[in-house]
Protein backbone atom coordinates (compact mmCIF):
# COMPACT_ATOMS: atom_id res chain seq x y z
CA UNK A 1 0.00 0.00 0.00
CA UNK A 2 2.98 2.12 0.79
CA UNK A 3 3.58 2.19 -3.37
CA UNK A 4 0.46 3.71 -4.12
CA UNK A 5 -0.51 7.60 -3.93
CA UNK A 6 -3.75 8.04 -2.24
CA UNK A 7 -4.77 11.74 -3.90
CA UNK A 8 -7.21 10.65 -6.31
CA UNK A 9 -7.52 7.00 -5.23
CA UNK A 10 -9.32 8.18 -1.78
CA UNK A 11 -12.54 8.88 -4.08
CA UNK A 12 -14.81 6.15 -2.46
CA UNK A 13 -14.97 3.07 -4.56
CA UNK A 14 -18.79 3.26 -5.15
CA UNK A 15 -17.52 6.81 -7.64
CA UNK A 16 -15.65 4.44 -9.59
CA UNK A 17 -18.00 1.52 -9.45
CA UNK A 18 -21.11 3.61 -10.56
CA UNK A 19 -19.82 5.40 -13.03
CA UNK A 20 -18.21 2.03 -14.43
CA UNK A 21 -21.72 0.79 -14.57
CA UNK A 22 -23.26 3.97 -16.04
CA UNK A 23 -20.57 4.23 -19.25
CA UNK A 24 -20.89 0.09 -19.69
CA UNK A 25 -24.38 0.47 -20.37
CA UNK A 26 -24.30 3.97 -22.20
CA UNK A 27 -21.78 2.84 -24.26
CA UNK A 28 -23.56 -0.78 -25.11
CA UNK A 29 -26.62 0.83 -26.04
CA UNK A 30 -24.49 3.20 -28.22
CA UNK A 31 -22.54 0.34 -29.78
CA UNK A 32 -25.48 -2.39 -30.25
CA UNK A 33 -28.24 0.00 -30.92
CA UNK A 34 -29.84 -1.57 -34.52
CA UNK A 35 -31.46 2.67 -34.68
CA UNK A 36 -29.58 4.87 -37.18
CA UNK A 37 -31.63 7.54 -35.85
CA UNK A 38 -28.28 10.07 -34.62
CA UNK A 39 -31.19 11.91 -32.23
CA UNK A 40 -31.55 8.94 -30.35
CA UNK A 41 -27.95 8.27 -30.13
CA UNK A 42 -27.10 12.07 -28.95
CA UNK A 43 -29.92 11.86 -26.47
CA UNK A 44 -28.01 8.88 -24.57
CA UNK A 45 -24.89 10.91 -24.73
CA UNK A 46 -26.11 13.44 -22.93
CA UNK A 47 -28.02 11.66 -20.77
CA UNK A 48 -24.94 9.22 -19.73
CA UNK A 49 -22.83 12.66 -19.47
CA UNK A 50 -25.56 14.40 -17.21
CA UNK A 51 -25.16 11.28 -14.42
CA UNK A 52 -21.53 10.95 -14.78
CA UNK A 53 -21.79 14.50 -13.89
CA UNK A 54 -24.21 14.16 -11.51
CA UNK A 55 -22.29 11.42 -9.45
CA UNK A 56 -18.72 13.89 -9.72
CA UNK A 57 -20.55 16.03 -7.61
CA UNK A 58 -21.10 13.84 -4.98
CA UNK A 59 -17.93 12.59 -5.19
CA UNK A 60 -17.03 16.35 -4.16
CA UNK A 61 -19.12 16.66 -1.53
CA UNK A 62 -17.89 13.11 -0.18
CA UNK A 63 -14.45 14.82 -0.17
CA UNK A 64 -14.96 18.17 1.17
CA UNK A 65 -16.71 16.28 3.97
CA UNK A 66 -13.76 13.87 4.61
CA UNK A 67 -11.25 17.12 4.04
CA UNK A 68 -9.73 16.24 1.00
CA UNK A 69 -8.58 17.98 -2.34
CA UNK A 70 -12.33 18.35 -4.32
CA UNK A 71 -10.74 20.44 -7.05
CA UNK A 72 -10.27 18.13 -9.69
CA UNK A 73 -13.91 16.26 -9.64
CA UNK A 74 -15.62 19.80 -9.40
CA UNK A 75 -13.56 20.82 -12.60
CA UNK A 76 -14.70 17.31 -14.47
CA UNK A 77 -18.34 17.43 -13.64
CA UNK A 78 -18.62 20.68 -14.33
CA UNK A 79 -16.75 19.70 -18.15
CA UNK A 80 -19.35 16.79 -18.35
CA UNK A 81 -22.37 18.95 -17.27
CA UNK A 82 -21.71 21.79 -20.17
CA UNK A 83 -20.56 19.18 -22.42
CA UNK A 84 -24.17 17.23 -21.61
CA UNK A 85 -26.15 20.37 -22.49
CA UNK A 86 -24.51 20.77 -25.60
CA UNK A 87 -25.19 17.95 -27.07
CA UNK A 88 -28.71 17.99 -26.01
CA UNK A 89 -29.56 21.81 -26.70
CA UNK A 90 -28.83 23.76 -29.74
CA UNK A 91 -26.57 26.27 -28.66
CA UNK A 92 -26.76 27.99 -32.12
CA UNK A 93 -30.28 28.10 -33.83
CA UNK A 94 -29.18 29.35 -36.98
CA UNK A 95 -27.39 26.41 -37.38
CA UNK A 96 -28.88 23.05 -39.73
CA UNK A 97 -29.35 20.08 -38.63
CA UNK A 98 -26.16 18.30 -40.25
CA UNK A 99 -24.21 21.37 -39.30
CA UNK A 100 -25.57 21.02 -35.10
CA UNK A 101 -24.53 17.56 -35.28
CA UNK A 102 -20.74 17.67 -36.52
CA UNK A 103 -20.66 20.61 -34.19
CA UNK A 104 -21.56 18.03 -31.50
CA UNK A 105 -19.21 15.49 -32.79
CA UNK A 106 -16.38 18.08 -32.47
CA UNK A 107 -17.45 18.78 -28.77
CA UNK A 108 -17.44 15.11 -27.99
CA UNK A 109 -13.72 14.91 -29.68
CA UNK A 110 -12.27 17.51 -27.80
CA UNK A 111 -14.21 16.04 -24.40
CA UNK A 112 -12.67 12.96 -25.25
CA UNK A 113 -8.97 14.11 -25.78
CA UNK A 114 -8.79 16.49 -22.78
CA UNK A 115 -10.11 13.54 -20.66
CA UNK A 116 -8.22 11.21 -22.15
CA UNK A 117 -5.08 13.27 -21.33
CA UNK A 118 -6.20 13.93 -17.71
CA UNK A 119 -6.56 10.02 -17.10
CA UNK A 120 -2.48 9.64 -18.34
CA UNK A 121 -1.49 12.29 -16.17
CA UNK A 122 -3.56 10.89 -13.16
CA UNK A 123 -1.63 7.54 -13.80
CA UNK A 124 1.78 8.84 -13.77
CA UNK A 125 0.62 11.63 -10.89
CA UNK A 126 -1.01 9.01 -8.20
CA UNK A 127 0.35 5.90 -8.67
CA UNK A 128 3.66 4.27 -8.08
CA UNK A 129 2.16 0.75 -8.64
CA UNK A 130 2.78 -0.23 -11.79
CA UNK A 131 -0.70 -2.35 -12.36
CA UNK A 132 -2.45 1.01 -11.62
CA UNK A 133 -0.79 3.11 -13.49
CA UNK A 134 -0.96 0.77 -16.14
CA UNK A 135 -4.47 0.47 -16.38
CA UNK A 136 -5.01 4.48 -16.40
CA UNK A 137 -2.33 5.25 -18.66
CA UNK A 138 -3.15 2.45 -21.28
CA UNK A 139 -6.88 3.85 -20.99
CA UNK A 140 -6.02 7.39 -21.65
CA UNK A 141 -4.16 6.07 -24.64
CA UNK A 142 -7.17 4.53 -26.06
CA UNK A 143 -9.40 7.21 -25.52
CA UNK A 144 -6.55 9.72 -27.39
CA UNK A 145 -7.04 7.28 -30.65
CA UNK A 146 -10.95 7.47 -29.97
CA UNK A 147 -10.91 11.39 -29.87
CA UNK A 148 -8.30 11.68 -32.83
CA UNK A 149 -10.11 9.41 -34.73
CA UNK A 150 -13.61 11.60 -34.01
CA UNK A 151 -12.07 14.50 -34.86
CA UNK A 152 -9.81 13.78 -38.14
CA UNK A 153 -11.93 11.25 -40.05
CA UNK A 154 -14.41 13.30 -41.58
CA UNK A 155 -14.86 10.31 -44.13
CA UNK A 156 -16.81 8.61 -41.44
CA UNK A 157 -20.75 9.23 -41.02
CA UNK A 158 -22.11 10.90 -38.09
CA UNK A 159 -23.67 7.47 -36.53
CA UNK A 160 -20.47 5.88 -36.93
CA UNK A 161 -18.80 8.85 -34.60
CA UNK A 162 -21.20 8.31 -32.20
CA UNK A 163 -20.74 4.63 -31.83
CA UNK A 164 -16.99 5.35 -31.47
CA UNK A 165 -18.07 7.97 -28.74
CA UNK A 166 -19.61 4.74 -27.20
CA UNK A 167 -16.50 2.21 -27.61
CA UNK A 168 -14.66 4.92 -25.49
CA UNK A 169 -17.48 4.98 -22.73
CA UNK A 170 -17.70 1.39 -22.79
CA UNK A 171 -13.43 1.09 -22.51
CA UNK A 172 -13.74 3.92 -20.06
CA UNK A 173 -16.00 2.40 -17.91
CA UNK A 174 -14.71 -1.07 -17.85
CA UNK A 175 -11.83 1.11 -16.57
CA UNK A 176 -13.49 2.39 -13.48
CA UNK A 177 -15.52 -0.79 -12.67
CA UNK A 178 -12.07 -2.49 -12.44
CA UNK A 179 -10.70 0.36 -10.23
CA UNK A 180 -13.49 0.98 -8.31
CA UNK A 181 -13.51 -2.94 -6.90
CA UNK A 182 -9.82 -2.73 -6.48
CA UNK A 183 -9.94 0.39 -4.72
CA UNK A 184 -12.02 -0.73 -2.22
CA UNK A 185 -9.58 -3.87 -1.70
CA UNK A 186 -6.59 -1.02 -1.05
CA UNK A 187 -8.85 1.03 0.91
CA UNK A 188 -9.75 -1.46 3.24
CA UNK A 189 -5.33 -2.71 3.12
CA UNK A 190 -4.78 1.27 4.15
CA UNK A 191 -7.10 0.95 6.79
CA UNK A 192 -6.08 -2.02 8.36
CA UNK A 193 -2.33 -0.60 8.64
CA UNK A 194 -3.46 3.07 9.92
CA UNK A 195 -5.32 0.90 12.40
CA UNK A 196 -2.37 -1.59 13.51
CA UNK A 197 0.06 1.97 13.35
CA UNK A 198 -2.29 3.48 15.90
CA UNK A 199 -2.15 0.61 18.38
CA UNK A 200 1.36 0.41 18.05
CA UNK A 201 1.87 4.27 18.83
CA UNK A 202 -0.65 3.77 21.71
CA UNK A 203 1.65 1.24 22.82
CA UNK A 204 4.46 2.57 22.69
CA UNK A 205 3.16 5.71 24.57
CA UNK A 206 2.16 3.36 27.25
CA UNK A 207 5.81 1.55 27.88
CA UNK A 208 6.90 5.10 29.57
CA UNK A 209 4.00 5.26 31.94
CA UNK A 210 4.90 1.17 33.24
CA UNK A 211 7.93 2.31 34.29
CA UNK A 212 7.50 5.08 36.12
CA UNK A 213 5.09 3.41 38.04
CA UNK A 214 7.61 0.69 38.74
CA UNK A 215 9.90 3.22 40.12
Request: glycine share 6%; aromatic share 10%.
Amino acid sequence: MSATKRKFIESHWLTFAVKGVVSIIAGLCMMLTVKGDIGYLTKVVGCALIFLGAVEFINVLHRIRRRQNWSFPLALGIIELIVAVCVLFSVNPNLTAEQLIWLRIVLLSCYILFASVLTIAMGFMNFKNMTDRYLWVVNGMLGCIFGFVMLADNGLSATTHIKLFGTYLLVNGLTDLFFGIHSKDEMAELHAERVSRHLIRRNLNKKPAKKEEKK
